[in-house]
């Protein structure tokens, strides 16, 4: 499965837009890229998942370029409740449904 | 509503001594997975169950066991818990073992070994 690498930590204010970004270089063509989010003291929470080009949902936007070896996550206008640890995961839809999950980002999200 | 369901949230047991953790769905899923949390660290996966098909990861130690007697419920045994074994056990699902399929999660059992 393809490793990915995050920003171990990022800071934001109330409002402001949060992107993430992640590196998977070795992505392969059958890859999916999915973003989970946890809480402190919970299990981990599906955010959005993507193929190329450009997914959003009611909670985020995910931007792909064409050559899928990188990824960010777009979280608008967060606020305290957003403070959490934001995984990227890539996988193949045709392997098993293993999440190898990478180091995360915690994200803090400051009034 | 639907959902994961891990009991107990909290367990204390002593270095040793056999310890089980549920999980229960009301899902409906095919598949249950067991993760292992340490501290700071991601989720780690010790092994899934496909129906009653047992799929262990390479690196899962002998010491952890599961079973699954029904679609509903699976259990987690660690047979001799060690000081190393405290961590947050996570169970999730999903309808089938594909990384597109989304994984339900629980809110974990927090394992502390004494």
């Known amino acids: 499965l393809a490793k990915t690498t995050q920003p171990i930590s990022m800071d934001s204010y109330e409002g402001q837009e949060v992107n993430i970004t992640c590196s998977h270089n070795?992505?392969?063509?059958?890859?999916?890229i999915t973003w989970y989010q946890q809480f402190p003291s919970q299990g981990p929470r599906f955010i959005i998942q993507g193929y190329k080009t450009k997914v959003t949902n009611e909670v985020a936007s995910l931007f792909i370029p064409a050559d899928r070896k990188s990824s960010t996550l777009s979280l608008p206008r967060v606020s305290l409740s957003d403070t959490a640890v934001y995984y990227c995961l890539v996988g193949d839809w045709s392997n098993t449904g293993k999440l190898i999950f990478g180091q995360g980002t915690t994200l803090q999200v400051k009034p | 509503d639907a959902m994961v369901i891990q009991n107990p949230r909290y367990q204390v047991t002593q270095f040793g001594k056999p310890v089980t953790l549920s999980c229960s769905q009301t899902l409906n899923h095919n598949v249950m997975y067991w993760y292992q949390q340490k501290s700071s660290q991601a989720p780690k996966l010790l092994f899934h169950y496909y129906d009653k098909d047992f799929n262990n990861e390479a690196d899962t130690p002998d010491n952890f066991q599961s079973r699954r007697p029904n679609t509903s419920f699976c259990f987690l045994d660690i047979r001799s818990p060690g000081l190393g074994d405290a961590a947050m056990y996570l169970c999730a699902t999903s309808r089938v073992v594909t990384p597109t399929d989304t994984q339900y999660f629980g809110p974990g059992t927090r394992l502390t070994v004494l």
């Open positions: 070795n992505i392969a063509t059958n890859d999916y």
